[in-house]
């Protein structure tokens, strides 16, 4: 699962409508070009924790996913999701479950690291806003932790994609924005921007 974990905070933040994003990562520089241009899915294997409501919605549509999943996944659905629920207030309710893992990756890794959830969304009628694939999958490596927008170190060092660097090749809030947008929206990615380029501190 994508770590989430609690991490110590170096800095205050800069806030952005109700959203506090760390400094660090606002003013970042990620290694690698970016994680749409060098993804190879590794953070993917571990699964990653889903809402119940994220759960449900991919369960409406098992059918659809069995049938562009492949030989390496499983097609049991009864075996997509952890069976106990962890507690956690990031998620409404203060719920989540654990997406599975088959044969050492995520249940709904295919054998190209590529997820059958975002490829068959695109092919769903889903009302505006609406995913199938769960929002911290979108996120990675940023992930929110009561209020604040943080880097997931999960993976740093391991993969360009998700390495902070300081003589990096993007900047993080170019590499990010779309993951930036799906929290903050337009308007607050745009209002990020310029806190950073006027210098404001975190």
Known sequence: ????????????????????????LARAKILGQGPA???????????????LSERDRI????????????????????????????????FPGGLCVGTDTYKNKCVFLNR?????????EVELDLPEGEHLKPLYCFLFP?????????FDDMNDGARPCCTLAADGATPALEALEFEFKMILGEGGYQELREAVKNGVRG
């Open 59 to 90: 369960m409406e549509h098992a059918d659809r996913i069995k049938a562009v999943m492949d030989d390496t996944q499983t097609t049991d659905d009864s075996k997509w999701f952890e069976k106990q629920l962890a507690e956690d207030d990031d």
């Open 37 to 51: 241009v060098e993804c190879d899915g590794w953070c993917c294997r571990h699964g990653v924790h889903a809402s």
């Open 112 to 120: 190209d690291a590529r997820c059958v959830l975002q490829e068959l």
């Open 142 to 150: 940023i992930t929110t932790w009561a209020g604040r927008v943080e």
């Open 1 to 24: 699962m994508a770590s989430r974990r609690a991490k110590k905070r170096a800095d205050v933040g800069i806030e952005i409508g109700d959203w506090t994003i760390q400094g660090l």
